[in-house]
Nanobody
Framework: QVQLVESGGGWVQPGGSLRLSCAVSPSIFSFDILAWYRQVPGNQRELVASSPRYGSRKYSDSSQGRFLISRDFTKNTVDLQMNSLKPEDTGVYYC??????????????WGQGTQVTVSS
Protein backbone atom coordinates (compact mmCIF):
# COMPACT_ATOMS: atom_id res chain seq x y z
CA GLN A 1 0.00 0.00 0.00
CA VAL A 2 1.34 3.40 -0.98
CA GLN A 3 1.63 5.81 1.89
CA LEU A 4 3.46 9.08 2.41
CA VAL A 5 3.64 10.50 5.93
CA GLU A 6 5.27 13.85 6.67
CA SER A 7 6.80 14.98 9.95
CA GLY A 8 9.03 17.73 11.26
CA GLY A 9 6.95 20.84 10.73
CA GLY A 10 6.53 23.53 13.33
CA TRP A 11 7.28 27.12 14.22
CA VAL A 12 10.67 28.74 13.73
CA GLN A 13 12.01 32.26 13.79
CA PRO A 14 13.32 33.90 10.61
CA GLY A 15 16.83 32.72 9.87
CA GLY A 16 16.24 29.40 11.59
CA SER A 17 16.22 25.86 10.23
CA LEU A 18 13.81 22.96 10.05
CA ARG A 19 14.11 19.46 8.68
CA LEU A 20 11.05 17.81 7.19
CA SER A 21 10.88 14.08 6.70
CA CYS A 22 8.51 11.98 4.62
CA ALA A 23 8.23 8.29 5.40
CA VAL A 24 7.58 6.45 2.14
CA SER A 25 5.78 3.12 1.82
CA PRO A 26 6.35 0.59 0.43
CA SER A 27 9.74 1.97 -0.61
CA ILE A 28 11.39 5.06 -2.04
CA PHE A 29 12.36 2.84 -4.97
CA SER A 30 8.63 2.64 -5.83
CA PHE A 31 8.64 6.21 -7.13
CA ASP A 32 10.23 7.83 -10.14
CA ILE A 33 10.12 11.25 -8.54
CA LEU A 34 9.84 12.29 -4.91
CA ALA A 35 9.18 15.93 -4.18
CA TRP A 36 8.11 18.54 -1.67
CA TYR A 37 5.41 21.11 -2.39
CA ARG A 38 4.16 24.10 -0.40
CA GLN A 39 0.68 25.53 -0.28
CA VAL A 40 -0.60 28.72 1.32
CA PRO A 41 -4.30 29.54 1.69
CA GLY A 42 -5.85 30.73 -1.56
CA ASN A 43 -2.94 29.54 -3.68
CA GLN A 44 -2.12 26.41 -5.61
CA ARG A 45 0.52 24.01 -4.41
CA GLU A 46 3.89 25.00 -5.70
CA LEU A 47 6.95 22.86 -6.17
CA VAL A 48 9.72 23.47 -3.63
CA ALA A 49 12.17 20.71 -4.53
CA SER A 50 12.19 17.42 -6.39
CA SER A 51 14.41 14.36 -6.44
CA PRO A 52 14.11 12.15 -9.54
CA ARG A 53 15.21 8.53 -9.58
CA TYR A 54 17.65 9.49 -12.32
CA GLY A 55 18.97 12.97 -12.93
CA SER A 56 19.56 16.09 -10.95
CA ARG A 57 17.57 17.47 -8.07
CA LYS A 58 15.53 20.56 -8.87
CA TYR A 59 14.65 23.53 -6.71
CA SER A 60 12.34 26.48 -7.01
CA ASP A 61 13.96 29.88 -7.35
CA SER A 62 13.00 30.71 -3.77
CA SER A 63 14.41 27.51 -2.26
CA GLN A 64 17.58 27.27 -4.34
CA GLY A 65 20.65 27.64 -2.14
CA ARG A 66 18.72 27.39 1.12
CA PHE A 67 16.95 24.03 0.94
CA LEU A 68 18.29 20.56 0.30
CA ILE A 69 16.21 17.54 -0.70
CA SER A 70 17.66 14.10 -0.07
CA ARG A 71 16.68 10.44 -0.06
CA ASP A 72 17.57 8.19 2.87
CA PHE A 73 17.68 4.68 1.47
CA THR A 74 18.07 3.04 4.87
CA LYS A 75 15.11 4.81 6.45
CA ASN A 76 12.94 4.97 3.30
CA THR A 77 12.44 8.69 3.69
CA VAL A 78 12.75 11.77 1.54
CA ASP A 79 13.88 14.72 3.60
CA LEU A 80 13.88 18.46 3.14
CA GLN A 81 16.50 20.44 5.04
CA MET A 82 15.42 24.07 5.18
CA ASN A 83 17.90 26.72 6.22
CA SER A 84 17.79 30.52 6.44
CA LEU A 85 14.03 30.36 6.65
CA LYS A 86 11.96 33.41 5.73
CA PRO A 87 8.37 34.35 6.62
CA GLU A 88 7.41 33.70 3.00
CA ASP A 89 8.39 30.05 3.47
CA THR A 90 5.35 29.67 5.69
CA GLY A 91 2.77 27.16 4.48
CA VAL A 92 1.68 23.57 4.50
CA TYR A 93 4.37 21.32 3.07
CA TYR A 94 3.29 18.21 1.20
CA CYS A 95 5.32 15.18 0.23
CA UNK A 96 4.62 13.93 -3.29
CA UNK A 97 5.48 10.68 -5.01
CA UNK A 98 5.10 10.19 -8.74
CA UNK A 99 5.05 6.90 -10.62
CA UNK A 100 5.36 6.61 -14.37
CA UNK A 101 3.06 3.95 -15.80
CA UNK A 102 3.96 1.74 -18.81
CA UNK A 103 1.14 3.49 -20.70
CA UNK A 104 2.91 6.80 -20.29
CA UNK A 105 0.47 8.16 -17.75
CA UNK A 106 1.47 9.22 -14.25
CA UNK A 107 0.18 8.32 -10.81
CA UNK A 108 0.52 10.94 -8.09
CA UNK A 109 0.45 10.26 -4.37
CA TRP A 110 0.33 12.85 -1.58
CA GLY A 111 0.94 12.97 2.12
CA GLN A 112 -1.38 14.72 4.55
CA GLY A 113 0.87 17.78 4.87
CA THR A 114 2.79 19.39 7.70
CA GLN A 115 2.54 23.04 8.74
CA VAL A 116 5.63 25.24 8.72
CA THR A 117 5.37 28.69 10.26
CA VAL A 118 8.21 31.20 10.08
CA SER A 119 7.63 34.28 12.20
CA SER A 120 9.13 36.33 14.95
Amino acid sequence: QVQLVESGGGWVQPGGSLRLSCAVSPSIFSFDILAWYRQVPGNQRELVASSPRYGSRKYSDSSQGRFLISRDFTKNTVDLQMNSLKPEDTGVYYCNGEQMMPSGSKEDYWGQGTQVTVSS
